[in-house]
């Protein structure tokens, strides 16, 4: 089974802190992905990367960061997290093929104060 | 603009009660529509991909479909174990991996 692990379930951040983020996949899928999901908004894509040390920009990346050192790991990075960005954060990877597209992650829901 | 809509926000259905979800969707240029059942503290769950206007694919109660602007997924004699909610997702193919996702439907089966 394709396993997609984050580093933390729940965290609890003051405004202006630097937040790391890790996501982990064992499938050596190329294609990695960070979502934020609000209520009524559905998903937002943030950053995601197609290869190693490779990263695009989604949909809401400021205030955000990422990087990706090894293929298997994607991780996020909040510069000086803010209350605005307190929310639930998903990790996906995935391989070429649509025909499974988007294997994810528990989450993470963070909460800054 | 790239764009999912699915509606209702909300269903509740009686054990047995056959229903649809619906997923209209915007692009320029389908290269998937894809469907993913979320429950509550976790992380979405692959079902469905769709390729092209008339494709159907199936999976235990669930049948989802698709024209040029909808998708359904039809649920048939749902159980109360199918309580989650239902995201609908596109990619279009100029969007590179870029994939849009809906608001969802959260479905609530009562035995």
């Known amino acids: 089974d394709v396993k997609v692990t984050q580093s933390s379930r729940y965290l609890v951040k003051r405004t202006g802190e630097k937040v790391f983020l890790e996501c982990v996949q064992d499938?050596?899928?190329?294609?990695m992905f960070w979502y934020r999901q609000d209520p009524g908004l559905g998903l937002r894509l943030i950053y995601f990367?197609?290869?190693?040390?490779?990263?695009e920009k989604g949909d809401i990346p400021e205030g955000y960061s990422v990087s990706r050192e090894k293929k298997e790991r994607f991780s996020l990075i909040l510069e000086s997290a803010s209350t605005n960005q307190t929310s639930m954060y998903l990790c996906?990877?995935?391989?070429?093929?649509?025909?499974?597209?988007?294997?994810f992650g528990p989450g993470t829901r963070l909460t800054v104060l | 603009e790239d764009q999912v809509t699915q509606s209702p926000e909300a269903l509740r259905l009686q054990e047995g009660e056959s229903s649809s979800l619906n997923c209209s969707y915007t692009?320029?240029?389908?290269?998937?529509l894809f469907w993913y059942r979320q429950d509550p503290g976790k992380g979405p769950e692959f079902l469905f991909t769709?390729?092209?206007a008339g494709e159907e694919k199936e999976k235990e109660r669930l049948k989802a479909t698709l024209t040029k602007k909808e998708s359904f997924l039809h649920i048939t004699a749902p159980k109360p174990e199918d309580s989650a909610t239902y995201l609908c997702?596109?990619?279009?193919?100029?969007?590179?991996?870029?994939?849009?996702f809906g608001a969802g439907t959260r479905l609530f089966v009562k035995a």
């Open positions: 996906a990877s995935s391989p070429p093929a649509l025909d499974l597209w988007g294997f």
């Open positions: 499938m050596d899928h190329e294609n």
């Open positions: 990367s197609y290869d190693v040390k490779m990263k």
């Open positions: 692009v320029s240029g389908l290269r998937g």
């Open positions: 769709l390729y092209s």
């Open positions: 997702a596109v990619q279009a193919k100029t969007g590179g991996f870029k994939t849009i």
